[in-house]
């Protein structure tokens, strides 16, 4: 059995553990996480050579008699959902644009047992933001021009005595990002090449010293205006 092949037992024994005593038939919620997990391979779209964009918001439809059934469940269920959604989506290697949510809505047009997945909003906007890590910290880029060395006066200062006090700068121009050496004693090295200046790509890491800086990009979509909750529907981002 393969890495998968467990992950997907696994995933169906904790669903079907939780909610066993409530749903003894018809439509089990182990369906609705499966078809949550096609919809996000289906939807999932490649943006960079190591970078793939998963739809993060989703709406279930189920008949009236399956969502009835579900609904006793309140939020529980939904949130355990989310949570296999968002590990499902970890071990494939996705990047979500936004919180992950799911709501579950009654369909008049769908029998007992069918269901529908859909993505919401697919076309929404996704904004990259830079960050780099550096010692097991995220430092999120908010300025086009960021130093850091050991120096108090950098602006990201590292405790390592072989990097100068300002060691390396990274410029973002609110699309692209460049290392750029700042004449340091020891120099600098781009994914293990000597580098004065250069772009950086998602994953790129900088050598400084003995210190580690890994170049991020990470997607995060505008946050939208809540909806009325006026069709009987459920769900809550988490």
């Not at 210190?211 to 529907?233: C, H, M, V, W």
Request: proline share 4%; charged share 25%.
């Amino acid at each position: 059995m393969g890495i998968l092949d467990s992950f997907e037992k696994g995933l169906e024994r904790a669903v079907n553990g939780a909610f066993a005593k409530t749903f003894r038939s018809g439509l089990q919620p182990v369906e609705i996480s499966s078809a949550l997990k096609r919809e996000l391979d289906t939807t999932a779209a490649v943006v960079s050579r190591d970078r793939i964009l998963a739809a993060n918001s989703f709406a279930v439809y189920l008949a009236p008699t399956d969502f009835e059934r579900m609904s006793k469940m309140g939020s529980a269920l939904v949130e355990e959902l989310v949570a296999i959604v968002k590990k499902y989506g970890r071990a494939q290697g996705y990047t979500f644009a936004g919180a992950v949510s799911i709501s579950l809505r009654p369909d008049q047009g769908l029998s007992e047992g069918i269901m529908r997945v859909d993505t919401e909003d697919p076309q929404t906007d996704v904004v990259w933001l830079p960050a780099l890590d550096i010692a097991g910290q995220r430092y999120p880029l908010a300025r086009a021009r960021t130093v850091i060395g050991r120096g108090s006066d950098a602006d990201i200062t590292i405790a390592d005595p072989g990097t100068s006090r300002k060691h390396v700068e990274i410029l973002w121009d609110g699309k692209r990002a460049q290392v750029h050496d700042l004449g340091s004693t020891n120099g600098s090295e781009l994914n293990g090449q000597r580098v004065s200046q250069a772009l950086l790509e998602d994953g790129s890491v900088i050598q400084i010293g003995r210190t580690q800086i890994t170049y991020r990009l990470l997607a995060q979509s505008a946050p939208k205006p809540a909806e009325k909750n006026n069709d009987g529907f459920w769900g809550n981002p988490v």
